[in-house]
């Protein structure tokens, strides 16, 4: 019971990390973007574990606007990376998240960090099927920021056609998590097929997403670089 509810209150405050970042993202980055749990103070355990869970989206919206972000938040970010480095043995996904935290903190705050060390594994990107590749990539959206260049990157543009698959897979699983992650990188694409109706998908994935901050993070975060307002 106790492990339960500590994975409630986790994913509670995962809610309001995100939905602080959306609401920043609507703002145009001219707000804390991380919210309650982050502004009045040192964050907690649970605060610092959540930070982790959302990754470089928590200073999203000062990468995208140029920004500047709030000193707990660069603190929280900051102390997320060094508390949470990955094992070496650690799967792609969490190594790569750790890559992109440290990356985001370094552009936003050059003096706190040094730019990550090299780049994790890659071969999933070329080995992976479409499904697990849609599901990998969905995980790592944050990643998914106009002008990053990472190893990351590059695979998803080598398989513009399978990450569409995934897409309307996930949708029509009713995953809308997974669908806004993929929605975002294609979002970010070359030479996704018109055929996808992507900016349609969004729109009903936000829609069937509605009271998921986490969704609603990852399609406003779309748009924007569907727009080129986040160029």
Same mark, same amino acid.
């Not at 405050?13 to 707000?31: E, F, I, K, N, T």
């Not at 973007?33 to 928590?58: I, K, M, N, T, Y």
């Not at 990053?148 to 995953?175: C, K, P, T, W």
């Given at each position: 019971?106790?492990?339960?509810?500590?994975?409630?209150?986790?994913?509670?405050?995962?809610?309001?990390?995100?939905?602080?970042?959306?609401?920043?993202?609507?703002?145009?980055?001219?707000?804390?973007? #991380?919210?309650?749990?982050?502004? $009045?103070?040192?964050?907690?355990?649970?605060?610092?574990?959540?930070?982790?869970?959302?990754? #470089?989206? *928590?200073?999203?919206?000062? *990468?995208?606007?140029?920004?500047?972000?709030?000193?707990?938040?660069?603190?929280?970010?900051?102390?997320?990376?060094? #508390?949470?480095?990955?094992?070496?043995?650690?799967?792609?996904?969490?190594?790569?998240?750790?890559?992109?935290?440290?990356?985001?903190?370094?552009?936003?705050?050059?003096?706190?960090?040094?730019?990550?060390?090299?780049?994790?594994?890659?071969?999933?990107?070329?080995? $992976?099927?479409?499904?697990?590749?849609?599901?990998?990539?969905?995980?790592?959206?944050?990643?998914? *920021?106009?002008?990053? $260049?990472?190893?990351?990157?590059?695979?998803?543009?080598?398989?513009?056609?399978?990450?569409?698959?995934?897409? *309307?897979?996930?949708?029509?699983?009713?995953?809308?998590?997974?669908?806004?992650?993929?929605?975002?990188?294609?979002?970010?694409?070359?030479?996704?097929? $018109?055929?996808?109706?992507?900016?349609?998908?969004?729109?009903?994935?936000?829609?069937?997403?509605?009271?998921?901050?986490?969704?609603?993070?990852?399609?406003?975060?779309?748009?924007?670089?569907?727009?080129?307002?986040?160029?």
């Amino acid at each position: 019971m106790e492990q339960s509810g500590t994975s409630a209150l986790l994913q509670g405050v995962v809610q309001d990390l995100a939905s602080g970042v959306a609401a920043a993202l609507r703002g145009g980055g001219h707000a804390p973007s #991380a919210g309650e749990p982050l502004r $009045d103070g040192p964050a907690d355990g649970v605060a610092l574990a959540a930070v982790r869970v959302l990754g #470089a989206d *928590v200073l999203l919206p000062h *990468v995208l606007f140029r920004t500047a972000p709030d000193p707990h938040e660069l603190a929280a970010v900051r102390t997320a990376v060094q #508390a949470f480095p990955p094992r070496p043995d650690a799967a792609p996904a969490v190594a790569w998240s750790h890559w992109g935290m440290t990356r985001a903190l370094h552009r936003v705050d050059p003096g706190s960090t040094g730019p990550p060390d090299g780049e994790p594994v890659t071969g999933w990107l070329r080995d $992976d099927s479409w499904q697990s590749l849609t599901h990998r990539l969905a995980v790592l959206a944050a990643l998914a *920021v106009p002008g990053e $260049d990472s190893a990351v990157a590059r695979g998803a543009q080598q398989r513009v056609v399978d990450l569409s698959r995934g897409f *309307v897979r996930a949708v029509r699983r009713r995953n809308w998590r997974q669908a806004a992650g993929a929605g975002r990188w294609l979002a970010l694409l070359r030479d996704v097929p $018109d055929t996808l109706g992507l900016d349609a998908g969004l729109d009903f994935v936000e829609l069937m997403g509605d009271g998921d901050a986490c969704v609603a993070l990852q399609v406003r975060a779309a748009r924007l670089m569907r727009s080129g307002v986040a160029a």
